[in-house]
C-alpha cells in the first residue's frame, strides 16, 4: 500500500481514488497521527468533493487534490476571515498542511441534525422561521470584512460575464423548454443593467442549501445551528446568495419568500429584484432549473421567464 497521494489526477481520476477509502484512508490516519491526533474512530464521509474523514466525535479532516486547490483557498479564507464575526458557529480550523502536493484542514465537527434530514417533514409556520433565520445569516456573513477573500479567484465582473456568455449553451444542453429560453436574450440584457458588476463585493458563499447547515430543536422549535462547506465562495453582489434557498427551499410560497427576503434585508419583491434574482439563477455557476427549482409542475404554470419570476419570489 503506498504512503504517497498521486501527484497528478484528473477530475474522472480523483473520482475513482475518492471512491476508494482503502486507497487513501491510510494517508488521511497518517496525516492526523502527524498533529498528534486520535485516529482510534475514524469515519470516512462517502458523499463531498473532496477526502473527507471524521475523526472521532470532535474533528474531521479535509484534504484537497490539487486541481481543487481553489476550494482549500476559499475554505481556509472563509473559516479564518468569519471566525468570530458570526452568531452562529461554523468550523475552527485546528491544523493545516501539505501532503504530496495536496492541502488539507482539520477543522472542528459542529453538532446539530444536517438540515436536509429535518427540512422536508417541519410544518409551514417552521419552515418560515428558518427561512427569515438563514436571511439573517446571509446579511449577516455579507457584513464581515473581505480581508484576503478580496484578492479570491475568479473576480465577480470577469465570473458574470463569463457566465452571461455561456448561459443560453448552458441552459440548452441542460434541457430548458424552448419558451422559457426563448426570453433569454431579454433577461441577459436586462441583467448587464440590473446585476452591478464594480459595486463592493461581499463574500458569497454561493449554496445555502438544507446540505450546508445544521438545526437543532429546542421546545419542539427548529433553528439553525451551524454552517459548514465553504469551498466555493466568491466575492461580489450581495444578491447571489438569494438564490439556493429561493430554489431549493422556499418553493413558491409566498409566506416563505417573504420570511427569506425580510431576514436578509429586502422589504416585498419589486419587478427589478425578481428580475434580477431571476437572471442570477440562470447565471449560477449549479445553476440548472430543471433539477434545482422545487415548485411542483413549474415548467406548465409559467410560460415564459416573466411568470418563472413571478411563480418562484411569489408575493
Known amino acids: 500500500m503506498s504512503m504517497t497521494l498521486p501527484h497528478a489526477t484528473d477530475a474522472e481520476s480523483f473520482r475513482a481514488f475518492r471512491s476508494d477509502p482503502a486507497q487513501w484512508l ?20 462517502a458523499n463531498g468533493t473532496n477526502l473527507v474523514v471524521g475523526l472521532g466525535e470532535n474533528l474531521i479532516l479535509k484534504i484537497f487534490p490539487p ?27 485546528v491544523a493545516e498542511g501539505t501532503r504530496d502536493g495536496w492541502p488539507y484542514l482539520v477543522i472542528t465537527r459542529l453538532t446539530g441534525t444536517l438540515g436536509s434530514e429535518v427540512w422536508p417533514q417541519l410544518p409551514e409556520d417552521q419552515k418560515e422561521r428558518l427561512l427569515r433565520q438563514i436571511g439573517e445569516t446571509i446579511a449577516s456573513v455579507q457584513r464581515a470584512p ?15 460575464r463569463r457566465q452571461m456568455q455561456g448561459c443560453r449553451a448552458r441552459h440548452t444542453r441542460l434541457g430548458l423548454a424552448p419558451k422559457f429560453l426563448a426570453g433569454l436574450d431579454d433577461l441577459l440584457r436586462d441583467a448587464q443593467e440590473l446585476i452591478p458588476m464594480d459595486a463592493p463585493p461581499v463574500i458569497l458563499i454561493g449554496e445555502y442549501i438544507p446540505e450546508n447547515f445544521l438545526l437543532a430543536c429546542r421546545d419542539d422549535q427548529w433553528s439553525l445551528a451551524g454552517l459548514f462547506d465553504f469551498g466555493d465562495v466568491l466575492a461580489g453582489w450581495r444578491d447571489y446568495d438569494l438564490l439556493g434557498p429561493s430554489a431549493f427551499m422556499a418553493a413558491g410560497r409566498p409566506g416563505r419568500v417573504k420570511s427569506l427576503l425580510e431576514g436578509f434585508g429586502y422589504a416585498r419583491p419589486d419587478f427589478a429584484l425578481k428580475r434580477r434574482l431571476m437572471a442570477l439563477m440562470l447565471l ?8 434545482h427549482v422545487c415548485i411542483d409542475g413549474w415548467q406548465d404554470q409559467a410560460n415564459d421567464l416573466v411568470e418563472l419570476q413571478d411563480l418562484i419570489w411569489a408575493g
Open 146 to 160: 473581505l480581508g484576503l477573500l478580496a484578492a479570491i479567484e475568479p473576480r465577480w465582473d470577469d465570473f458574470m
Open 26 to 45: 491510510p494517508i488521511a490516519l497518517d496525516i492526523a497521527r502527524s498533529h498528534g491526533l486520535d485516529v482510534s474512530a475514524p469515519h470516512v464521509f
Open 67 to 93: 486541481l481543487l486547490r481553489a476550494q482549500f483557498v476559499s475554505e481556509r479564507g472563509s473559516l479564518t476571515q468569519l471566525k468570530g464575526r458570526l452568531h452562529l458557529p461554523i468550523p475552527e480550523i
Open 284 to 291: 449560477h455557476r449549479a445553476s440548472d432549473l430543471n433539477a
